[in-house]
């Protein structure tokens, strides 16, 4: 089975240049998480194999939903960035061992896999969303502005709904929605930092540079909650 | 006057407060640990603020302070954009962004009830222990199973209750997200074990701004809908 997942990161790294390669790699790494996903009859969301994979899957899926907008037509590096970023959280995933433990019982509820879910697509449309201003400061192509808020709003909704999910997860859990763990901290940091960023479109085009810059330090924001948290810090939400 | 009523309805004010926010929230993140860590979720937010010294809380007291002025904030942004905009835009784009801020009022409102009357309380259980609940409402353990794997690994585990002793046929099963909800407190099985003999270890927990906080969200996911459909109506091309 790891094979399939060879094959999507070959497919990322060298057809970076075509998004038709972006789907062939997005195809094979789902197959790959299906297969896991039957085998366990469970979705594959636990342990950082799987959720270094989920996230770029879910980094490349939305990330070719995004390249379809007219205002990306002919702009492939933005195809180019997506692939790479993909592979390299794909890549990540392989040094880990994989879990094949059945669901403990406390994960065991839709909540649990909405929260994760919702979590990771928002992380993966961050990531996207700090691509797109990456290409701003490159290229200084006002187009990418409207299409970069878009993509951050949207990424800020789905992780307003996975921290709700989360919380009504938790009050079943554990009996409480909040928890004070660094985790929580972070998440809330995070959802602050982005809700900063999609406000301060409304200052005007004299904080074009900084909302750029900001939407690249939302990503690295959303790496240290994703992964810094769990590596550096004592927290219920580890892995 | 005027200064300081401009300031408090500035966007600009409500972003130094964010990023402030996120700051503060950052330094507690690594400040947070030992046994102080430990104790936070056990108790009312704000009893835990009064017996910790200053030095290990003080980045959660600023976090306070701050959320509060942002709250004053978005309550006077809010009005402000109400009062200019009434009549001159739609209905929707006019209440989606607000429908959001009521949300976010909701969820500090939600937090500020529960750091004054959260509670939890452990309590460890045989089959036929007849604790109480805070509030002297009698249950009744009726039995306590693990349910073990074929390899001996434990794979669950629930807890029979007998949630009025006086009419035992009246039960409730609870299990890891299935809780037992009576009045404000919910009943919630933590661990159980089977030998040396069957027991469990509950949580009793009171979580005051729960309603509140899910109020919050419901009004929150109302605004979020309605801002983003607004959004795909803009810019049809995007």
New interface residues.
């Given amino acids: 089975m790891k094979l399939l997942l060879i094959s999507s990161i070959c497919l990322f790294l060298f057809g970076s240049f075509s998004r038709v390669f972006l789907f062939a790699g997005l195809a094979a790494e789902l197959t790959y998480v299906g297969m896991r996903g039957l085998a366990m009859g469970r979705l594959p969301l636990l342990g950082p194999h799987d959720t270094l994979l989920f996230f770029s899957a879910s980094i490349a899926l939305l990330a070719l939903a995004t390249s379809f907008?007219?205002?990306l037509v002919g702009k492939r590096w933005f195809v180019t960035v997506s692939c790479f970023t993909a592979a390299f959280f794909a890549l990540s995933a392989l040094p880990f061992p994989v879990l094949n433990m059945?669901l403990?019982?406390?994960l065991?509820?839709l909540?649990f896999e909405a929260h994760v879910v919702l979590a990771f697509f928002a992380y993966a449309l961050f990531a996207v969303s700090a691509t797109l201003c990456g290409g701003y400061l490159i290229n200084k192509d006002r187009e990418l502005l409207?299409?970069q808020f878009?993509v951050a709003?949207?990424g800020w909704?789905f992780f307003?709904?996975s921290m709700?999910s989360g919380?009504?997860?938790g009050?079943?859990?554990?009996?409480?929605?909040?928890?004070?763990?660094?985790k929580e901290?972070?998440t809330?940091?995070l959802w602050?930092?982005y809700?900063?960023f999609l406000?301060?479109r409304?200052?005007g085009s004299r904080y074009d540079a900084l909302t750029h810059w900001l939407g690249i330090l939302g990503f690295v924001i959303t790496m240290f909650t994703y992964l810094g948290?769990s590596m550096l810090?004592?927290s219920s939400h580890s892995f | 006057m005027k200064r300081l009523w401009n300031i408090l309805i500035s966007?600009?004010f409500?972003?130094w407060l964010?990023?402030l926010?996120?700051c503060a929230?950052?330094i507690?993140?690594?400040l947070?640990?030992g046994d102080y860590?430990a104790e936070?979720?056990f108790m009312p937010?704000f009893a835990w603020l009064m017996e910790v010294p200053a030095f290990t809380s003080w980045w959660l007291w600023l976090a306070i302070i701050l959320l509060v002025l942002l709250v004053i904030n978005t309550l006077l942004c809010s009005g402000e954009t109400l009062r200019q905009r009434y009549g001159r835009t739609g209905l929707v784009s006019l209440c989606a962004p607000q429908l959001i801020h009521v949300g976010f009022l909701l969820f500090v409102a939600?937090?500020l009830i529960?750091a004054f009357g959260?509670s939890?309380q452990q309590i460890e259980v045989y089959e036929g222990a007849q604790p109480r609940l805070p509030d002297g409402k009698q249950f009744a353990v009726a039995a306590i199973t693990v349910d073990i794997s074929p390899n001996g690994m434990p794979?669950?585990?629930s807890c029979e209750l007998a949630t009025d002793p006086r009419n035992p046929v009246q039960r409730a099963v609870i299990?890891?997200?299935?809780?037992w909800f009576y009045g404000d407190y919910?009943v919630?099985i933590k661990q159980a074990e089977m030998y040396p003999y069957p027991r469990a270890l509950l949580?009793i927990?009171r979580?005051p701004?729960?309603s509140m906080?899910?109020a919050g969200?419901l009004f929150?996911?109302i605004g979020?809908?309605m801002?983003?459909w607004l959004?795909s109506k803009n810019?049809p091309?995007?």
Wanted: charged share 10%.
């Fill in positions: 907008s007219p205002i059945p403990p019982q406390i065991d509820t909540w409207g299409l878009k709003l949207i909704s307003s709904a709700i919380g009504i997860w009050y079943f859990a554990w009996g409480t929605y909040w928890l004070w763990t660094a901290l972070w809330s940091i602050l930092f809700a900063l406000h301060l409304l200052k948290v810090m004592k | 966007l600009e409500g972003l964010l990023a926010v996120c929230l950052a507690g993140s690594f947070l640990k860590a936070i979720n937010l939600a937090h529960s959260a939890v794979r669950g585990f299990s890891p997200n299935h809780p919910g919630y949580e927990h979580e701004g729960g906080a899910l969200a929150f996911m979020n809908v801002v983003l959004r810019d091309n995007q």
